[in-house]
């Protein structure tokens, strides 16, 4: 499950990489974990998540505590609220 995690912010870095800034104003992101963010590695994600989107300016939400019969739905809460993800 965090090598999806991992695999999901390495596509977002890609992402902003090969955009254009007016491209990349469209961009949310978003992270899903099914641990809290007080773990370790969840945490060294977040902390990630949370520079990048600092850096590149764009808005960053994430959900913890998520089981995996949970991570569809919180994917399609997201997706409902506009996260074009």
């Not at 965090?2 to 902003?16: E, R, S």
């Not at 902390?47 to 949970?70: M, R, W």
Request: hydrophobic share 45%; proline share 4%.
């Amino acid at each position: 499950m965090k090598l999806k995690v991992i695999a999901l912010t390495a596509c977002c870095f890609i992402l902003f990489f090969f955009m254009g800034d007016a491209e990349a104003k469209n961009i949310k992101m978003a992270a899903i974990f099914q641990t809290p963010i007080e773990e370790p590695w969840d945490g060294a994600v977040h902390q990630g998540c949370i520079e990048a989107s600092n850096e590149l300016n764009v808005p960053y939400e994430f959900t913890e505590k998520v089981g995996a019969a949970g991570f569809k739905r919180v994917l399609r809460e997201y997706a409902e609220r506009g996260c074009d993800y």
